[in-house]
């Protein structure tokens, strides 16, 4: 009896093929890495390697969740199987990472955008793992845009500001 649960809970990939598995998992890690250079570019504290390790962590939580589903001993138990619990376990381990890059100095609280860009970045190996490859990509597309168009636009306010705090009321 045990050796057939051994062989039944060691044979990989019931759920889907092996080059699916692989297509998702590098797609998570280019579409994390793409987050991850814009904050590397930025010299954050998380940058590259931690967006891409943070989607393909995400990503490879819910193939793995794909195969136990997969698996007749737990099939017969389907009712007990609950896998919008994964979505909360990476959601949670991820936004315990993120707030280890948040930090406060003088008044002013630092790490935030990163610390979002991580939880994306797992949201993204998420949507990579169930196969919403598209919608993975959409939603890091859109990441780029938030984090190079705004922070030109804030760059740009904060000098006006800046500016206009320098120069003498003239009333």
Not at 101 to 120: E, H, Q, S
Request: with cysteine; aromatic share 4%; proline share 4%.
């Amino acid at each position: 009896m045990y050796d057939a649960l051994l062989a039944e809970l060691t044979t990989p990939f019931r759920a889907m093929p092996v080059e699916v598995a692989a297509l998702r998992l590098l797609a998570a890690v280019v579409l994390g890495g793409i987050i991850g250079l814009e904050r590397e570019l930025a010299s954050r504290a998380a940058g590259l390697r931690t967006h891409m390790l943070i989607a393909l962590a995400a990503c490879l939580f819910t193939l793995i969740t794909f195969e136990m589903l997969a698996l007749p001993a737990l099939a017969a138990n389907a009712d007990q199987a609950d896998p919008l619990r994964l979505i909360e376990a990476v959601t949670a381990g991820v936004a315990f990472l993120a707030a280890g890059t948040i930090f406060t100095a003088r008044g002013r609280v630092n790490g935030l955008t990163t610390g979002a860009g991580m939880w994306l970045a797992g949201a993204i190996g998420l949507a990579c793992g169930i196969g919403m490859l598209p919608l993975a990509a959409i939603a890091t597309l859109l990441a780029v845009m938030i984090l190079s168009v705004l922070v030109w636009i804030e760059t740009r306010i904060t000098r006006r500001k800046d500016k206009s705090e320098a120069e003498p009321d003239e009333r």
